[in-house]
């Protein structure tokens, strides 16, 4: 019975464990997205060259600008980039574009996209500004709709491992009532006749982490594969997450351990 528990509590840990991926990651992708996204400073018609070579300079020097993604792209060929990033142009005439400079960034928050708005416009001979706005406040919603999920789920898987720890925990002790019983007599405290329950089942809580840890760790190298190309996990957010599983697990084994032996063991404070 044990090992079936010890099964339970390592599957609901790796639950947990990609939970967190879940959660690190979504924080992260909003920034991520941004920097992947085109933005694209639309010129005025009639801009003299030199206004154009300094809205270019202004730009490559801008704190949210990433280093080296600036171009600047004559009408004739930005049809094709805005057809290519906006779609629904296509039936526009290619006359219609003006001259534009893209850009990147090295990820932004709306309120950040709001302000280099402002400041992109403002520069001299920039008429227009643009970039995926649908993207990202679709986004930006889903994720937010995702994490409240998330979190949900996460306080009933919890809630599921600590029920499977306290079962577990409830056995052990109750196979073990005649020493315990014993040790009273002997003289022993309740502290004391607890510490053998508590390495074990930090033992326990261990094993069942790093269990859970390659089974996730296995899983992030799959989803990078196969889902993420591009917006892959990293080493450092999957080992964030592997941290987690591993404390979570810890604690969880912890807290339960003392509480259950502590309301088992006020059962036999006056064995006789």
């Given at each position: ?270 064995p006789i």
């Open positions: 019975m044990n090992y079936l528990h010890t099964v339970i509590s390592t599957l609901l840990l790796w639950l947990l464990g990609l939970l967190a991926v879940s959660i690190i990651k979504g924080i992260t992708i909003d920034e991520e997205l941004s920097s992947s996204a085109l933005f694209i400073a639309e010129l005025a018609e009639d801009i003299a060259p030199q206004d154009r070579i300094t809205a270019e300079s202004l730009l490559s020097d801008h704190p949210m600008v990433k280093a080296n993604s600036v171009s600047y792209i004559p009408r004739e060929e930005a049809s094709e980039v805005m057809v290519h990033d906006f779609p629904g142009l296509e039936n526009i005439e290619k006359d219609v574009f003006r001259d534009i400079i893209t850009f990147r960034t090295d990820g932004v928050s709306d309120i950040e996209r709001t302000n280099l708005r402002q400041q992109v416009l403002e520069i001299t001979g920039v008429s227009g500004f643009y970039y995926e706005e649908d993207l990202f406040s679709g986004v930006g919603k889903g994720l937010a709709r995702f994490r409240i999920g998330l979190l949900v789920l996460s306080a009933v898987l919890m809630a599921a491992v600590i029920m499977v720890i306290a079962y577990s925990l409830r056995q052990s002790i109750a196979d073990a009532r005649s020493s315990i019983i014993a040790m009273h007599l002997a003289g022993s405290t309740a502290d004391y006749i607890k510490k053998p329950f508590l390495r074990s089942s930090l033992h326990r809580a261990l094993r069942c982490g790093l269990t859970a840890c390659i089974l996730l760790v296995i899983n992030i190298i799959l989803i990078n594969q196969m889902i993420l190309r591009g917006f892959e996990i990293s080493i450092l957010q999957s080992g964030m997450a592997c941290l987690c599983v591993i404390v979570i697990a810890m604690i969880m084994y912890y807290l339960t351990t003392d509480r259950a032996t502590k309301t088992y063991l006020n059962e036999y404070q006056n």
